[in-house]
């Protein structure tokens, strides 16, 4: 069994061997994705603990007011082509799929162009086994929050 540190360095290592050593290499990695994304709830919401500062493979990312949250990203998704032909105009969507582990709330992050333009704090019984938010869909729009809170 491996220690804490040791579980840290080898998932280091080797998103460096899978992604490269350079700078930009590394910021296209999901592993730094995900933990810039996770810093970003962080700022967000206030008064919040960061679970994974310690050790990376916890079942959350936060702990806030008592609740275990889930911190998810996702760049904006746009079809190109429709049954073989271009298409003009699409909206997107983002997907936010559940990891195995138990979270009482997941904070969804929606990126376009690696820049977050909205961000969702949804209850574990309405994200199911994943979910996926429309461009211009309002179903979710009850969980949409502000930078301050």
């Known amino acids: 069994m491996k220690t804490k540190e ?3 360095i080898y998932k280091r290592d080797w998103s460096r061997n899978k992604y490269g050593r350079t700078e930009q290499s590394l910021n296209n990695s999901t ?3 995900g933990r810039a994304a996770e810093l970003l709830a962080l700022s967000i919401l206030n008064g919040s603990k960061d679970m994974n500062a310690e050790i990376m493979n916890r079942s959350y990312d936060i702990e806030w007011n008592g609740f275990k949250i889930d911190v998810k ?3 904006l998704y746009k079809r190109k082509k429709k049954r073989g032909k ?3 105009y699409s909206s997107g969507w983002w997907v936010f799929n559940k990891n195995k582990g138990y979270s ?3 904070f969804c992050i929606c990126l376009i162009d690696n820049n977050p333009v909205r961000y969702y704090l949804i209850p574990k019984d309405d994200f199911n086994k994943g979910i996926t938010v429309g461009q211009k869909s309002e179903k979710f729009d009850k969980y949409l929050i502000n930078k301050t809170l």
């Open 86 to 88: 271009i298409v003009g």
């Open 73 to 75: 990203s996702c760049e």
């Open 6 to 8: 040791e579980m840290r």
């Open 31 to 33: 592993t730094y994705k």
């Open 104 to 106: 009482d709330y997941y």
